[in-house]
Nanobody, 119 residues
Framework: VDLVESGGGAVQAGGSLRLSCAVS????MGWFRQATGKGREGVAI???????MYAESVKGRFTISSDSAKNALSLQMNSLKPEDTAVYYC??????????????????WGRGTQVTVPS
């Protein structure tokens, strides 16, 4: 499946953005990000049973959700900080995930969307 993210952009610190990806129905679906010069990291994952996992750095600020009727995976990002600046990717897998570090289990990746929060 070809995943395409939308909703990225530039926003001032403290602002909000909502990322979307047209996908649903996978065992695990998530959002990952990669800042310049750094490795890709897990941000949030939602499993098919509705359970979620978040990186400590985004807990309480980001919310992942999935709407199968709309075929949409979303990431609501509030209280954005300069350190949230990165390219954000949606990814899915038919396999169960136990950790945000399970990047290798993700079988389909989007092309990424840039989120910039100037300092």
């Amino acid at each position: 499946v070809d995943l395409v993210e939308s909703g990225g952009g530039a926003v001032q610190a403290g602002g909000s953005l909502r990322l979307s990806c047209a996908v649903s129905g996978y065992r695990s679906m998530g959002w990952f990000r990669q800042a310049t010069g750094k490795g890709r990291e897990g941000v949030a994952i939602i499993r098919d049973d509705g359970t979620t996992m978040y990186a400590e750095s985004v807990k309480g600020r980001f919310t992942i959700s999935s709407d199968s009727a709309k075929n949409a995976l979303s990431l609501q990002m509030n209280s954005l900080k300069p350190e949230d600046t990165a390219v954000y990717y949606c990814a899915v897998t038919i396999f169960p995930t136990r950790s945000l570090r399970d990047l290798r289990l993700m079988t389909n990746w989007g092309r990424g969307t840039q989120v910039t929060v100037p300092s």
